[in-house]
């Protein structure tokens, strides 16, 4: 019976292929150089290495499947540079899932969004910066801030807050509770 199933996984992921319903992770034509020194990545959980690309839901039907590739700070963002270019309005984006958009491609997300409506509206140069990573609340959005934000020159830093978890994320006994206990461990 696992035979047959495996069998069946292996056409039906064969003929998603032949109908263009999966991706294949493109290859990179210019290298991506890592800008991220390893205690950068410690405190990115390990698990966003810098110029990396992978799927968000694993499944190829699913409603977010969608390819992730990381900048240069292992954030989904274009590649960054610390110091600010000559005549740029530099806005950094502090948060969490919501402004990070791994759910959607990178053009899609409400970063991407903002810098290309506010070009559009305003003479000068604006750059949006998304310093947004998942699971993240406040304090340790701060504590990311602290060790790489500032070091971006941004005229404006905009916490984005979500009710729906950024509170929790903050206290485990907040996040025990929700839950549907106290998990203090």
Sequence with gaps: MLVGVGVALGIALVGLRLLGKQQIVEQV???????????LIALL?????????????????GEFYNLISLNNYGLHDT??????????????IVGD???QGWQVTLEEGFPWLLEQQLNVDFDQPIEVINLSVDDY????ELLLYAALGWRF???VVLLSFYLGNDIKDNDKALLGYQKGGYDFE
């Design 29 to 39: 034509t210019a290298p991506c150089q890592s800008a991220v020194d390893d205690w």
């Design 79 to 92: 590649d960054l540079t610390l110091e600010k270019p000559e005549g740029v309005y530099r806005i950094l």
């Design 97 to 99: 899932s919501f402004p």
């Design 153 to 155: 020159q941004a005229d």
């Design 45 to 61: 959980h390990d698990y966003r290495e810098p110029c990396s690309s992978f799927y968000w839901d694993m499944y190829p039907t």
């Design 137 to 140: 609340g406040t304090d340790r």
